[in-house]
């Protein structure tokens, strides 16, 4: 018991810390984390430009000229986004996914990268732009290169992945071109030609929850009696509760509904079970 006083008195010290959860509330795009979440493109093509998705409160009309929609994401799942140019250029300057996904919803609480810790992954599949003819010309994308997915360049913690975008650092530059500063689309693009970005998401989806498991790395440790001593702490230090319904779930062993010491020590105890050789079932010791 002493050593789980010990356990708690470290929590209630990190308690006080900052990690993820501070990232994500000083987010600039003030994202909204109960509403689907969306994405849609962001390009600079000559004069034709878009940052926000059409119908967007915050798009502004007169220099956003380039018209693509937002794509709702609703899981995991293969998703395209669009944009149609205006006046169409030989050139595209910048190009990128943005979403108002927040990287810190699917990631460890308290990490100081979300990205590189969390479990939403993007991968693009394909790059094509829609001639008004008809006529079809795929991109030579070579991604993802160092900078590709990452949050927004505003502090936020929406997640962004960029194709080619040499205004962030470190420089992205992800589509076959010969030049630096932009890349040319055989043919050029013309107005009413529609550019598609095929890509698939994976993380969005609730893992299964484990009982004890509350970091999810397929063993019931120290380490998540820890977290569950730290969780109880930020609520006895009235800083409300940090966990994700999955960890929660993992966490709260003995299924009353909160995060208590007593499921710390029953996660604790299981641990030392375990590693004194006993042959200890979760969902025995623990109750389904």
Known sequence: ?????????????VAMGTGCMGFSAFAADDTATEATPIAWICIQAGSDTQWHPAGADNRDEETE?????????TGDDKYTASVTMANGSSTVELLF?????????????GTDDPIA??????????IEVVHASGDTTKLDYIGPSTGAFRTSDDGGSSIRYNIW?????????????????????????????????????TGMDAPEVSKGDVDGDG??????????????????????ASFTDE????ANVDGDGDVTLDDAFAILSYY?????????NPDDFFGK
């Open 247 to 250: 960890e929660k779930g993992a």
């Open 65 to 73: 000229n380039a018209i693509g929609s937002a794509v709702e994401l």
């Open 97 to 109: 996914l943005e979403t108002t996904l927040n990287a810190c919803d699917y990631a460890p609480e």
């Open 165 to 201: 975008n040499t205004q962030t650092s470190p420089k992205v530059r992800d589509i076959q071109s010969e030049s630096k500063s932009s890349f040319e689309p055989e043919g050029g693009l013309a107005g009413g030609d529609t550019i598609n970005i095929v890509f698939t998401i």
């Open 272 to 280: 030392s079970a375990k590693a004194a050789g006993k042959d200890v």
């Open 219 to 240: 063993d019931i440790t120290i380490d998540d009696a820890f977290k569950v001593l730290q969780e109880y702490s930020y609520i006895a230090a009235g800083r409300g």
């Open 117 to 126: 810790n969390g479990r939403i992954k993007i991968t693009i599949e394909s």
């Open 1 to 13: 018991m002493k050593f789980l006083e010990k356990m708690l008195s470290a929590a209630l010290a």
